[in-house]
């Protein structure tokens, strides 16, 4: 079982021709991830603050239609928490948030294997504070701890504060994924697979740095391995970066390696194949509207790239 905590939300989505049509989309970073596990197979359970109303009922709806056990966290307000999302030309989102993150507590760890979190989970507070405590208890108790920080710089504080936050938060998790573009956004002028390289040393075993359509770099003590993206029609990439981390998670469950001893030598072979996999996840889900990851049967094929 992955244990994941973090945000559930709205995302609407602008549309029509004069972008003053909003669709509403189950979503939120680890929502998503959650979501994707599930539909992958992998038994998933969502620690997430959710409002009993309309939002709200539609979010958990989703959710549990794929197979996630949502559990309530207490929190100080009840409303359900909305993005508003625009696309480019390109199909690539751009947010902004109203949104509120102020759980007590971090749901029960017992009978996992891993812990998923990120994104404004870990940035917003008082719940960040929560869950960043919750990844230390996690560590300290042998499971594997996953992490994204998913830099939302609308929400975010100056990229110095901000880099002290997610490289403490780094040192804390086994596994890292991050996106070329908040590597940028934290470390100005900084090659990512020098930063990637770079992470290894605060503790993480794993850190890989997604690209787009270029595809993803994973580097570990032992090795480094570069994938290119399949090629794909990009209707938007909302929910993207979440997709390839369900795959990522599913592959290393799959292989056996996700737990509190995740080896610090995987070579390039395995990180080829991890890559290939999360891309593919991730291509799926860039190929039709909002965080729509795939489900099993959907992979088709692809499904023969897991171990």
Known sequence: MIVV?????????????????????????????????????LPAVLGTRLGDD??????????????????????????????????????VARYDFRIAWDIRAAPPLAGARCLHTGSLATLLAPGA??????????RAAGLAVSYDPNIRPSLAGPAERE??????????????????????????????????????????????VTLGARGAHAVTLAAAATRPGPPVAVVDTVGAGDAFTAGLLCWLSRAGVLGGDFPRDLGVEALEAALGFANAVAAITCSRPGANPPTVPELGELGGLLP
Do not use: C
């Open 129 to 138: 504070a929560v869950v960043e405590a919750a990844m230390a208890q996690a």
């Open 163 to 208: 880099r002290e936050r997610v490289e403490r938060q780094v040192a804390l998790a086994h596994v890292v994924k991050v996106s070329e573009e908040d590597l940028a956004w934290l470390y100005p002028g900084d090659a990512p697979a020098e930063r990637a390289a770079a992470w290894l040393g605060l503790g993480p075993d794993l850190v890989v």
């Open 54 to 91: 309309l939002f709200g009922r539609m979010v958990r709806d989703h959710l549990t239609a794929s197979g996630v056990e949502v559990r309530d966290l207490p929190a100080d307000t009840a409303d359900t928490s909305v993005a508003f999302a625009a696309t480019d030309e390109h199909g």
């Open 5 to 41: 905590v973090g945000e559930a939300l709205t995302d609407l989505i602008a549309g029509g021709d004069d972008g003053r049509v909003f669709t509403a989309h189950p979503g939120g970073s680890p929502a998503n991830v959650a979501l994707g596990l599930a539909r992958l197979g």
